[in-house]
């Protein structure tokens, strides 16, 4: 009698465990995503990421959170991250994830955008802390091509950026540094706050003698691209950034870009991973997407100002527009 009931009491039980297995399998992992903005390049890393969840059948539930740049904003978010339901924390955009990878601790958090060498650094002095935090990034290491655009000496280099940018102050002393190595003269042209305007701008280039502008990848510098276009042009001074849709549409001599899309997809593969991992971080290191940088070079620009692209940059190049038409290699 005694042992009836002892195995009736054992097979109740292995029904409530077998229960409670199949219902933590069916229960989604709660994933928070937080994009810096609505860019292009965020826009297209979430969708890139969204799509490959999809493809990938992954059991989750997202929690949504979109920002506006602004610092006290992201720490609020980060803060109302740090105490929703989430397991994962998905953080999108440079600066947002350099200000909110100490605020989110609970977290594990995955990180993707494009970092520079140091920046990558400070988030691996987290990670080494912590032990919560990796990523997917991209780095358009502009010094890698400064003297590969063309046959003609690099005599000087200038930068325009915001100090609102922490991943572009990075890559200014990174540019100084190569420039210093190179004997080539730097110029950091560093726009403060957003009352400058094109006066402004124009101040800080028309006594100068630059051989290349590089732009940084800013929401100022977007919207007010044609009249930087337009002063560089007055000034004869050829552009370089990381935006190919701006560069074709404004006349810029020279643009690595980046597919954002998919670093999203690349994104979505760390995240099933470390849901496998018991949504740890742990032995999964940080990912640089190195496959998929576009070259863009415009011949028409380049003639204007009689430059000449090496053969080795016109064999690299994605996208060459000559004589007004877009050649797609």
Known sequence: ????????????????????????????????????????????IEKGLLDQVNLD?????INFYTLDGNESTTIQI???????????????GENVTLVSMNVIVPQS???????????????????????????????LDITKYIKKISNKEINSFAYLYT??????????????????NENIKYYPLEIIGENYNSYDIENMIKSK???????????????????????CEKYSIPIINTDIIDAINVGILFSLDFNYYY????????????????????DIDFIEVSNSYRIFVNEDIGNHYNIKFSDEILEISSLILKGGNIIRK
């Open 78 to 92: 980060a803060n109302n991250v740090r105490d929703d339901n989430s397991t994962i924390a998905i953080v999108i």
């Open 263 to 282: 670093l999203g997809r690349q994104l979505a593969l760390m995240l099933d991973k470390i849901i496998k991992n018991n949504s740890k971080t742990e």
């Open 163 to 180: 100090r609102a940018s922490t991943v572009s102050g990075h890559i200014s002393e990174h540019i100084a540094q190569y420039c210093h």
């Open 209 to 231: 003698n630059i051989d290349y502008l590089f732009l940084a990848n800013e929401d100022y510098i977007d919207n007010n691209i044609y009249s930087i276009a337009y002063l």
């Open 1 to 44: 009698m005694i042992l009836n009931r002892l195995f009736l009491l054992l097979s109740i039980l292995f029904i409530i465990s077998c229960n409670n297995n199949e219902e933590n399998l069916d229960k989604p992992t709660i994933i928070s995503i937080i994009k810096e903005e609505n860019s292009r390049n965020y826009n297209a």
């Open 109 to 139: 958090i995955i990180f993707a955008g494009f970092f520079d060498n140091l920046s990558i650094s400070n988030i691996y002095k987290s990670k080494i802390q912590n032990n919560n935090i990796t990523g997917v990034y991209g780095n």
């Open 57 to 61: 059948k992954l059991n989750i539930k």
